[in-house]
């Protein structure tokens, strides 16, 4: 399986500081991402439905790496996060998910359905978005997303809010660059 990515830092020995800090989830589309990351594993986490996904090997393989305290309550949610990472990440993960998504082409009124969704309607939404993120092979960094879906699952409302507010303020901020 793919090794965690080093910095250049910790390769010469050197402290991890010196480089920027990525979080699980930005290790976690730059692992699956990978030439060398497994053709099989990565088809399956593409095809499989969510659900499904903690039934796999390669879903519990990942989540060792980068999050090991998962538990069973969780499965559904990480199979999601890891379903649309797999689905996009051949595009790359560098920009924000709010951007990346106006920069795809995705319309208000399917970015308000997005940002208004819950619980599995969520799930749903954020799937239909990574096809068309797929599709226009858009890269996206999934990093506020998959905390919206965690937040969303726990019932956390505050964090929930302030992922959809960093969302959607990345969103009308490149909406209005593209079309003042």
């Given amino acids: ?12 020995g050197g402290k991890a500081e ?7 989830f930005q290790i976690l589309a730059q692992v699956i991402g990978a030439p060398d990351f497994d ?6 986490l593409r095809r499989t439905n969510p659900d499904l ?3 796999l090997p390669v879903f519990h393989r990942l989540l060792a790496r980068i999050n090991p305290s998962v538990n069973e309550q969780d499965a559904a949610v ?6 649309v990472v797999a689905l996009t990440a051949p595009n790359g993960h ?7 998504l106006c920069k795809a082409g995705l319309s208000e ?12 309607a969520l799930l749903d939404q954020v799937t239909i978005v990574a096809r068309r993120l797929s599709a226009s092979q858009m890269p996206i960094d999934w990093s506020h997303i998959a905390k919206l ?8 409302r505050e964090d929930a809010q302030r992922q959809r507010f960093r969302i959607a303020k990345d969103f009308y901020h490149e909406l209005e660059k593209v079309d003042p």
């Fill in 94 to 100: 560098s920009l924000p998910a709010g951007e990346a």
């Fill in 109 to 120: 009124s399917r970015f308000a359905r997005l940002m208004a969704a819950r619980n599995d």
């Fill in 78 to 83: 990480w199979g999601a996060i890891l379903h």
């Fill in 149 to 156: 879906l965690l937040a969303d699952h726990h019932g956390d």
């Fill in 39 to 44: 053709i099989g594993d990565r088809a399956a």
């Fill in 18 to 24: 010196e480089a920027p800090r990525r979080n699980r």
């Fill in 53 to 55: 996904l903690p039934g």
């Fill in 1 to 12: 399986m793919t090794e965690l990515p080093q910095t250049a830092a910790q390769k010469a």
